[in-house]
Nanobody, 129 residues
Framework: QVHVTESGGGLVQAGGSLRLSCTASPASGRILSSWALGWFRQAPGKERSLVAYLRWGARTTYYAESVRGRFTISRDSADHTVSLQMNNLKPEDTAVYYC???????????????????WGQGTQVTVSS
């Protein structure tokens, strides 16, 4: 079992920045190199979609095209935290952002939300125009 917690959402004007943080706490006590962590978002009436992904050990990352160059995912191994720095925010970035963790993902399966087993409760990000 893994407990996933997000923080850092809020209201910001277009062009502004926010930083989201996610802490994943496995029952085993620490995240191993095989773990993956990801940020997803879901706007009203839309499906949940991947924003950014990080493979813990290899530090491999992936970004959705809509956020590439504006968002950065990073890890802090000391406290099992994954952050999402969001710059130059746009109104279309408004959504509930979810952090997810899993250790069974292979290939490009990380792009499919249904493949992730552990989820946080979500944090609202609202970007005003």
């Amino acid at each position: 079992q893994v407990h996933v917690t997000e923080s850092g959402g809020g209201l910001v004007q277009a062009g502004g920045s926010l930083r989201l943080s996610c802490t994943a706490s496995p029952a085993s006590g620490r995240i191993l190199s095989s773990w993956a962590l990801g940020w997803f978002r879901q706007a009203p009436g839309k499906e949940r979609s991947l924003v950014a992904y990080l493979r813990w050990g290899a530090r491999t990352t992936y970004y959705a095209e809509s956020v590439r160059g504006r968002f950065t995912i990073s890890r802090d191994s000391a406290d099992h935290t994954v952050s999402l720095q969001m710059n130059n925010l746009k109104p279309e970035d408004t959504a509930v952002y979810y952090c997810a963790a899993d250790r069974t993902l292979t290939g490009t399966s990380y792009r499919d939300p249904s493949r992730w087993n552990y989820w946080g409760q979500g944090t609202q990000v609202t970007v005003s125009s």
